[in-house]
């Protein structure tokens, strides 16, 4: 079985600062990890996923996140924060080997962010 | 270029109705699911179809059906809706069924159950 955890349902940050959004997941067996977000009223997009090769992933906006092995995490991170960030953050797991989460993701329970001006 | 389509975006029922949510992709992706989202719990798979002509359960499937009519469509059935089922309902989409691809999401179809 797979499962995500995202420490803190709720983020604040100061516009121009660091954006932090922590994930750490259990798996089996090797992961991929994704993160996503939602705005307002809006399905989910992808903005960056951790398949194999290098661990540090650059997606959409200027964010980034590591895929830490050893600490079993794929924090999501952004050194400047813009208002537009604002929104609902999503971590979700999924197996690269055969058994019953093959093909299927699990999120976690989300991280609001709010950004202040 | 739509991508993933929901209907209806908003729909409120009385306990014990029934409804079906459509959902449409035009991206010629195998891979199709239904998930819910409730407040704190992120979302929870309720069906799938990995291909056309298959569908399985997901996480959460008591009280709902689901038919892939083909290839691009994917609908959600409630047969007797309970307050229970108030929730965000997404459809998703992949190119293939496997891991390493990404959903593609729609908009989502906001029901409430009264």
């Known amino acids: 079985a797979q499962s995500v955890t995202q420490l803190g349902s709720h983020v604040s940050v100061s516009e121009g600062a660091l954006v932090l959004l922590r994930c750490n997941y259990s798996s089996s067996v090797p992961p991929y990890l994704f993160w996503y977000v939602q705005y307002p009223n809006q399905g989910l997009q992808l903005l960056l996923k951790?398949?194999?090769?290098?661990?540090l992933v650059k997606g959409i906006n200027g964010f980034e996140a590591e895929f830490k092995k050893s600490e079993t995490s794929f924090h999501l991170t952004k050194p400047s924060a813009h208002m537009s960030d604002a929104a609902e953050y999503f971590c979700a797991v999924s197996s690269n080997a055969g058994g019953t989460s093959y093909g299927k993701l699990t999120f976690g329970q989300g991280t609001i962010l709010t950004v202040h001006p | 270029n739509a991508g993933v389509t929901q209907t209806p975006k908003f729909q409120v029922l009385k306990t014990g109705q029934s409804m079906t949510l459509q959902c449409a992709q035009d991206?010629?992706?195998?891979?199709m699911y239904w998930y819910r989202q409730d407040p704190g719990m992120g979302l929870r798979l309720i069906y799938y179809s990995a291909s056309e002509g298959t569908t399985d359960k997901g996480e959460v499937p008591n009280g709902y059906n689901v038919s892939r009519l083909n290839k691009r469509e994917f609908s959600l059935r409630l047969e007797s809706a309970a307050p229970s089922q108030t929730s965000v309902y997404f459809c998703a989409s992949g190119r293939q069924f496997t891991s390493n691809q990404p959903q593609h999401f729609g908009d989502g179809t906001r029901l409430s159950i009264l």
């Open positions: 951790y398949t194999t090769g290098a661990t």
């Open positions: 991206m010629n992706h195998n891979s």
